[in-house]
């Protein structure tokens, strides 16, 4: 696929998001995250030169879940991925695809100056980069 124009992360990205603290027990998380039907959550920041974090429902199943813990005495900062790779809002999809592919992973926050704009994901990528030059 050759599209007739730049593609950038900031034209498929979702500008909704939902943020946790760290401190948040993964019980928090995870009505946070069925009341904003969401299946992630980014982690804020503790202070301004820490960096942001991300906490997927496949880590609560696998950290959580499945070691039989329970989700009131776990915090979302002992099973988050953090630091969280991201991507640049002018950054081209094709280069986003092919660093998910490189680090297997499907979903990154966009961020520019320090601050999360939104989310990309395959999906998005697919269905609103490439779908409309098809």
Do not use: Q
């Not at 696929?1 to 993964?26: A, E, Q």
């Not at 991201?86 to 592919?101: G, N």
């Not at 520019?112 to 989310?119: F, H, Q, R, S, Y």
């Amino acid at each position: 696929m050759k599209p007739s124009r730049l593609i950038k992360n900031s034209d498929v990205m979702k500008d909704s998001y939902v943020m946790v603290d760290g401190l948040h027990t993964v019980a928090e998380a995870i009505k946070l995250a069925v009341g904003n039907d969401v299946s992630m959550l980014l982690v804020n920041k503790r202070h301004e030169h820490d960096e942001y974090g991300m906490v997927l429902m496949s880590d609560i199943a696998r950290k959580v879940l499945a070691k039989d813990k329970s989700p009131e005495r776990v915090n979302v900062y002992e099973i988050m991925i953090k630091p969280v790779l991201s991507v640049h809002a002018d950054m081209d999809i094709r280069y986003t695809a092919r660093l998910f592919e490189r680090f297997g992973i499907n979903k990154a926050p966009v961020i520019e100056a320090g601050k999360i704009l939104g989310v990309v994901t395959y999906h998005d990528i697919v269905l609103k980069g490439m779908l409309p030059h098809l």
